[in-house]
C-alpha cells in the first residue's frame, strides 16, 4: 500500500478489509486511477447500500466496467455520492450500454419526456451526467463531445422542468412561453457545472388576457429556476441565470416579442448583442422561438458598425479583469488573462466584425468558429491552431476542476493534493501537480499572447467602421461607393479588386477581409486609383509568401502604413514594386530607424566579399541601398523623421554605398592584375550636400577623386589605376538596373569638367597653393574627406581647412567677388520662366540664399568661432546665432526657410517620384503634396502661403546680412 499512490495507507488499508477479499487486479485499478483514496471511500459507500453487494460482485467479474466505474470516482466524489444514494446506476456502465445511452438533443427530450416531478428530474439528469463523465473520462469522447453533450441535455432538462411547471399553472393554456439557450449552452460547449444562461419570451394565445397572460409566463419562468436550482436530498441540477435578458436583474422575467425586438431596437448596448451571438432554441414553444431568433440575429451582425464598438468591446475585456479580485488574478481559469474568456472574447469579436458578410464564420460554438476563422484566412494557421490547442487544455481542465465536488468554480487549486489529483486525472503520471501547473502557465501565455494579437489588431476598427455594403465588394453597389470614395475609375477598380478577392482559395478569403479597409485608407489620399493598382501588383508579386497576407492582417498598423505608402509617394511605391520584400519592414518601428553609416557600411562591405565578379558585388551593394533608401522614404511619409535626419540617413547611405564600391573596384584591378597589390592609395572626398549630410531623395553625388602613388611605384601606371577605379566607380553606381542608380558628379573638381578627372594629392596641393579661387574655397565649406584611405583623408582634410577657414577671414575683395557670383547665379541661372519667388533653390528665400549666407559667415570668422567649421547648414546657422553673428530671430527665418524648402523639395520626389525645380504648380501636384507633408489635401493654399511667407522673412535677412 506504501507503494501505490494512497496517500492514507492505513484508512485505505481498513476500507479494504470492509470490502472483503478483493481480487489483485482490483485493487491495482482502485490505485492507479487519479484519487484512490476518494475512489475506495466511495466504493466502500456504495459496497455498503442495500444493492451494494451485487455491484462489487458485477465489477468483479468485469475489468471494463471495474475500470471505467474507478476512473469516476477517482476523478468526482459527487457523482461517488449520487452512485451511493443509486448504486444500480452504476450498471449504465456496463459494455455498449454506456455508449448507446442518450446523446444528441433528440435522444435526451425522449429521454425525459416522461418525467412527473422536480426530484425525479433531478435523478434522471444525474444519472446521465454520470454517464457523460464515463464517456469523458474513459476517453470514449473529446472535450468538445462532451460539452455538446452537456449542452443537449441542459436544454432538455429545461424543456422537462417546463412542463413540470406548466403542469402545476393555471393558467398555463393562456400563453406560449419558450425558453432562449445563451452562453455556453447556446454555444454547445457548456460545462459540467455552470449557470445555465436563459432568455423567456411569452405570447398570449389568441383571445386571451395578457395581463393574465404576462403572469402566468412569468410564474412558470420563475417555476424552471426554482426547479433546476432547488437543493434537495437529490442534490441540485444547476443555476438557471435570467440576467442576460433586457434590463438584466431590473428587468422583468418574461417579455413579448414585440417588446424584446423593441428594446434592442432602442436600448441594448454592445455586449447584449455580443451575447445573442450563442442564442438558440431551448425549451417550449418552438415557432415563437424561431420567430424571437429571427427578429433578433439579423441585429448581432450589425452590432459591429455601431459606433465605438470595437473600443467598447475591449473596455468590458478589461473591466472584467479589473473586477477579478487581486488574491484571484493568478489562479482564474476562466477570467484571468490568458484565460477562457481571452480565447471566446478575441473569436467573438472577429466573429462579430467579418460575420457581417462571411455567413461562414457565424458558429455559437468557440471551437467551431474559431476554426472556420482560421480556415478562412481571418486568425493565421499557426496561430489558430495554438489557440485552439490551449482553449481545449483550459476547458478540460476546467472540466476536471468541476467535476470532483460538482461545483462551479474556475479557480486554480493551490492545494498539492488537489493539483496531483487533477494532473493525473489529465494523464500526467509523473510529477502530476508540477506538470500540470507548467502545462497550463504554457497555454495561459500563449493565449495571452494570441489574445493580445487578434484582440487588439487595428484592422478591426477600420473594418468595423465601414458599413455592410462597403464589405460586400462584389455588388453593383460597391461602384458607386468606390465613386464615393474618390475613386476616378470604379470600373477599373472593381477589377482590382475582382482580380485580389475572386475564387475559394485562403488567399482571396483574407484580400476579401482586407480590401475594405485598404479601398477606406487609400480613399484618404489624393490617388486612390493609383494606390490600388500598385496594391494589387504587390499582392500578386507576394501573394503566395507566407509572411505578406499575414503580416497586413495581423499587424493592422502594418497594413494601414502600407495603404498609406501606396497611395502617397509613388517613389516609395515604385520601390517596393522593385522589391516587394520591403513590406516586411512596415509596422515595426525599429524596423523604420535609419541605419547608421557604420552599420550600412559593414552590411555592404560584407555583402560586396561574397561576390567574385564586380558587377555581382556592387549589384549587392545597390540592393541594400535600395532597401534603405525604402526604409529612410517610408519613414519620412509616416512621420518618423525630420528633414535633418532624411538628409543625414540618406548621406549615410550614399557615403556607404561608394565606399563599399570603391573597395570592390580596388579588389577588382588588382585580381584583374594577377593580385598585384595598388600601386596608390585612394580617398573620395564628398562634397556639395552629401558632403553637408544633407542628401535628398533626387540629388547626385557630388565628389572629388584623390590618390597618393606609393613611394616607389610607377607614377603612370599609380595614375592610370586610380583613373580606371574612379571611372568604374561612375559606371557601375551610374548603371540602369532594377536598383536606383547613384550619379557620381565630379565638376567641382579643380578646374572642372576641364580637368582630371583625378589628381593626386600632391597635384591638389599645387593647384590650391597657386590657381584656387574664392568660389573653391566656398565649395571646400562642405567638403568631407572620409571614404578610402584613412591617412590620406586625414592629409586631404588638414589641407584643405587653411582654404575653408582662412585665418584672419576674407579681404573685402573676396567678399565683394562672392556677393558679385551669387548676383550673377541669381540672374543668369534662373531657368527662362522661372518664377524668383517659387524656385526652391535659386529662388528668393530658398535654399541657396540661405546657403551662400552661412557660407559667407563661415569664411569670414570660422578661424576664430569653432561651430562655424562643420559642413552641415543647419548646424552652421545654429553657431552663427551662438557667436552673435546672427540675431536669434534671423537664425531662425534662414533655417526655418531652409527647412521648409528641403522638406518640399524631398516632398515632390516622394509624391511623384521626380524632382522639381519649382513649388509645384498643378492642382493634382499641390494637393498631393499638401496631403503627403500632412498639411492635409484641402489646404494647399495654405500651404503655397507658408512658401511665400517663410521664403519672404528669409530673403530680408538674406538681403541685410549678405548683401549688406
Not at 393562456?174 to 457545472?193: C, P, Q, S, W
Not at 458578410?357 to 476563422?373: F, G, K, W
Not at 584656387?772 to 582634410?797: I, K, M, N
Request: aromatic share 6%.
Amino acid at each position: 500500500m506504501t507503494r501505490t499512490r494512497f496517500s492514507d495507507p492505513e484508512t485505505a488499508t481498513a476500507n479494504l478489509a470492509r470490502l472483503g477479499d478483493l481480487s489483485a487486479g482490483f485493487v491495482e485499478q482502485i490505485a492507479a486511477v487519479a484519487d484512490p483514496d476518494t475512489a475506495l471511500t466511495s466504493l466502500v459507500s456504495i459496497a455498503e447500500t442495500a444493492d451494494g453487494p451485487q455491484v462489487i460482485e458485477a465489477l468483479e467479474a468485469d475489468p471494463v466496467l471495474r475500470q471505467r466505474v474507478m476512473i469516476v470516482l477517482g476523478t468526482s466524489r459527487a457523482i461517488g455520492e449520487f452512485w451511493r444514494r443509486h448504486p444500480e446506476y452504476v450498471m449504465d456502465l456496463v459494455g455498449e450500454r454506456l455508449l448507446d445511452r442518450p446523446a444528441t438533443e433528440p435522444e435526451y427530450r425522449e429521454w425525459l419526456a416522461d418525467v412527473a416531478d422536480p426530484d425525479a428530474l433531478r435523478v434522471r439528469y444525474h444519472r446521465e451526467l454520470a454517464a457523460i463523465a464515463a464517456r469523458d473520462l474513459n476517453a470514449h469522447t473529446t472535450f468538445a463531445q462532451s460539452s455538446a453533450e452537456l449542452s443537449d441535455l441542459a436544454v432538455a432538462t429545461l424543456d422537462a422542468a417546463l412542463r413540470i411547471a406548466a403542469a402545476e399553472e393555471a393558467d398555463a393554456d393562456l400563453v406560449r412561453l419558450a425558453v432562449i439557450a445563451m452562453g455556453k449552452t447556446g454555444g454547445h460547449e457548456l460545462n459540467y457545472v455552470s449557470d445555465v444562461d436563459v432568455i423567456f419570451v411569452h405570447e398570449p394565445v389568441e383571445g386571451a388576457d395578457e395581463q393574465r397572460a404576462s403572469a402566468a409566463a412569468t410564474r412558470m419562468s420563475g417555476a424552471i429556476i426554482r426547479i433546476c436550482g432547488d437543493h434537495t436530498a437529490e442534490g441540485t441540477i444547476w443555476e438557471v441565470d435570467p440576467n442576460l435578458r433586457p434590463e438584466g436583474k431590473h428587468g422583468p422575467l418574461t417579455r413579448t416579442l414585440a417588446s424584446h425586438v423593441a428594446y434592442y431596437d432602442r436600448w441594448a448596448v454592445t455586449w447584449e448583442f455580443q451575447a445573442l451571438l450563442k442564442a438558440r432554441y431551448a425549451a417550449g414553444d418552438r415557432e415563437l422561438a424561431e420567430q424571437y431568433l429571427a427578429s433578433l440575429q439579423p441585429q448581432v451582425w450589425k452590432a459591429a458598425e455601431r459606433e465605438d464598438f470595437v473600443p467598447e468591446v475591449r473596455r468590458m475585456r478589461r473591466r472584467v479583469i479589473e473586477n477579478i479580485p487581486a488574491a484571484h488574478r493568478d489562479r482564474q481559469l476562466k477570467l484571468g488573462s490568458g484565460g477562457l474568456r481571452d480565447v471566446e472574447f478575441a473569436v467573438q469579436l472577429l466573429q462579430l466584425v467579418h460575420g457581417r458578410v462571411d455567413e461562414h464564420i457565424r458558429s455559437p460554438n468557440t471551437l467551431e468558429a474559431l476554426r472556420a476563422l482560421t480556415d478562412r484566412g481571418y486568425v493565421g494557421r499557426r496561430d489558430g491552431s495554438a489557440l485552439e490547442e490551449a482553449y481545449e487544455f483550459l476547458r478540460a481542465l476546467e472540466h476536471r476542476l468541476q467535476l470532483f465536488r460538482l461545483r462551479r468554480t474556475h479557480l486554480v487549486p493551490e492545494d498539492p493534493e488537489d493539483l496531483r489529483r487533477i494532473g493525473r486525472s489529465m494523464g500526467y503520471t509523473t510529477n502530476p501537480a508540477d506538470n500540470l501547473v507548467k502545462e497550463w502557465q504554457a497555454h495561459r501565455r500563449i493565449v495571452s499572447r494570441l489574445h493580445e494579437k487578434i484582440f487588439y489588431r487595428p484592422l478591426l476598427e477600420a473594418v468595423a467602421s465601414l458599413p455592410e455594403d462597403g464589405l460586400r465588394l462584389s455588388t453593383k453597389a460597391a461602384e458607386d461607393r468606390l465613386a464615393a470614395l474618390g475613386f476616378s475609375d470604379p470600373k477599373g477598380a472593381m477589377a482590382h479588386i475582382s482580380a485580389l478577392s475572386s475564387g475559394v482559395r485562403r488567399r482571396a478569403t483574407i484580400q476579401r477581409s482586407l480590401l475594405p479597409a485598404m479601398l477606406a485608407w487609400f480613399a484618404e489620399s489624393p490617388q486612390p486609383d493609383a494606390a490600388l493598382l500598385a496594391f494589387r501588383q504587390i499582392s500578386e508579386e507576394l501573394g503566395d509568401s507566407p509572411w505578406y497576407l499575414r503580416k497586413l492582417r495581423d499587424e493592422g498598423t502594418g497594413a494601414q502604413q502600407f495603404a498609406q505608402m501606396l497611395s502617397s509617394s509613388t517613389y516609395v511605391t515604385d520601390l517596393i514594386r522593385r522589391a516587394p520584400d520591403a513590406v516586411a519592414m512596415l509596422g515595426d518601428d525599429e524596423a523604420l530607424v535609419p541605419r547608421d553609416l557604420e552599420r550600412l557600411d559593414t552590411e555592404m562591405t560584407a555583402a560586396a566579399r561574397r561576390h567574385q565578379v564586380p558587377e555581382g558585388a556592387v549589384r549587392a551593394v545597390r540592393r541594400i541601398r535600395r532597401r534603405e533608401l525604402c526604409r529612410v522614404a517610408m519613414a519620412d511619409v509616416l512621420g518618423r523623421v525630420d528633414v535633418a535626419e532624411v538628409g543625414e540617413a540618406l548621406s549615410a547611405i550614399n557615403t556607404a554605398t561608394i565606399a563599399a564600391t570603391l573597395r570592390t573596384a580596388e579588389a577588382t584591378w588588382s585580381l584583374e592584375h594577377d593580385d598585384r597589390a595598388l600601386p596608390t592609395r585612394n580617398a573620395i572626398v564628398l562634397m556639395g550636400r552629401l558632403g553637408g549630410h544633407e542628401a535628398g531623395y533626387g540629388s547626385d553625388a557630388d565628389v572629388m577623386f584623390v590618390h597618393q602613388p606609393l613611394e616607389g611605384a610607377d607614377l603612370d601606371e599609380a595614375k592610370a589605376c586610380a583613373l580606371w577605379i574612379a571611372q568604374l566607380i561612375r559606371k557601375m553606381l551610374g548603371a540602369a538596373g532594377a536598383d536606383p542608380a547613384l550619379e557620381i558628379d565630379a565638376g567641382l573638381r579643380p578646374e572642372g569638367k576641364n580637368g582630371p578627372l583625378v589628381r593626386t594629392f600632391d597635384a591638389y596641393a599645387a593647384y590650391y597653393e597657386k590657381w584656387s579661387d574664392t568660389w573653391e574655397a566656398q565649395a571646400l565649406l562642405r567638403a568631407e574627406p572620409v571614404v578610402g584611405d584613412p591617412e590620406l583623408c586625414a592629409r586631404f582634410r588638414a589641407l584643405i581647412d587653411p582654404l575653408r577657414y582662412p585665418e584672419g577671414g576674407l579681404s573685402a575683395t573676396q567678399e565683394r567677388e562672392i556677393r558679385r557670383i551669387k548676383a550673377r547665379v541669381d540672374s543668369e541661372r534662373l531657368p527662362r520662366g522661372a518664377n524668383p519667388n517659387t524656385h526652391l533653390k535659386l529662388g528668393r528665400g530658398g535654399l541657396a540664399d540661405v546657403e551662400w549666407t552661412i557660407q559667407l559667415l563661415q569664411l569670414q570668422h570660422a578661424h576664430h568661432v569653432p561651430g562655424l567649421r562643420t559642413t552641415r547648414t543647419v548646424e552652421a546657422l545654429e553657431a552663427a546665432a551662438e557667436a552673435d553673428l546672427l540675431s536669434a530671430d534671423d537664425a531662425h527665418a534662414l533655417i526655418e526657410s531652409w527647412r521648409f524648402v528641403t522638406r518640399i523639395r524631398n516632398g515632390v520626389v516622394l509624391w511623384r517620384a521626380k524632382a522639381a525645380e519649382s513649388m509645384v504648380e498643378t492642382a493634382a501636384d499641390r494637393t498631393g503634396l499638401a496631403h503627403l507633408l500632412g498639411i492635409g489635401q484641402d489646404h494647399t493654399e495654405e500651404m503655397v502661403n507658408d512658401y511665400m511667407r517663410i521664403t519672404r522673412r528669409a530673403r530680408k535677412v538674406v538681403e541685410r546680412v549678405f548683401y549688406e
